[in-house]
């Protein structure tokens, strides 16, 4: 198997639990994407047509600054969690996704959703991270075990 990180975003904790449980299970690197100004539960109210997130994800050039990046020098296959809103990936992902070179390097996305698909995400995070082989990814359950996202894992490489 190659050098594994897993970069999360996680709004409510939910796909940092999914993330963690992935970590262990595939004995891989754990980065946790942070915005420089965190996410309330205002921001994240989706009713609101005027709540951060909603505003960010209405505007497809809108980059959320993050307070760390990784360094993926060492990595050979990155996966990428995020809850899904709007039917795609939060902008911070956008941001992380341009933030570094991906070129050469294999990107598994993976979304926790309340019952929405990745939508066109795999097409945007191959556009925004040109040089890498970018899959397609999958909404995991929040309840996803070791074992089945070990099994997950394992078909993505």
């Known amino acids: 198997m190659s050098h594994v990180l897993i970069v999360y975003f996680s709004a409510s904790g939910v796909t940092a ?3 963690e449980t992935l970590a262990d299970a595939l004995a891989a690197d754990l980065f946790e994407i942070r915005p420089v100004q965190p996410y309330t539960s205002a921001d994240l109210d989706w009713r609101d047509r005027n709540s951060r997130s909603t505003l960010e ?3 497809r050039a809108c980059r959320p600054a993050m307070a760390q990046t990784p360094d993926l020098s060492g990595y050979d296959t990155v996966f990428v969690g995020f809850p899904v809103w709007w039917y795609r990936e939060p902008s911070i992902i956008d ?6 070179d991906f070129t050469g390097k294999t990107v598994i996305p993976f979304a926790t959703s ?3 698909g990745l939508g066109d995400t795999a097409a945007n995070l191959r556009a925004l991270a040109p040089g890498a ?3 397609e990814g999958r909404v995991l359950s929040a309840r996803a075990t070791a074992a089945e996202l070990s099994a997950w894992a394992a078909s993505q490489y």
Not at 95 to 100: K, L
Request: proline fraction near 0%; avoid cysteine; charge should be neutral.
């Open 17 to 19: 639990r999914v993330a």
């Open 57 to 59: 994800m209405q505007d």
């Open 95 to 100: 941001t992380f996704m341009e933030s570094a």
């Open 114 to 116: 309340g019952g929405s």
């Open 133 to 135: 082989a970018v899959k």
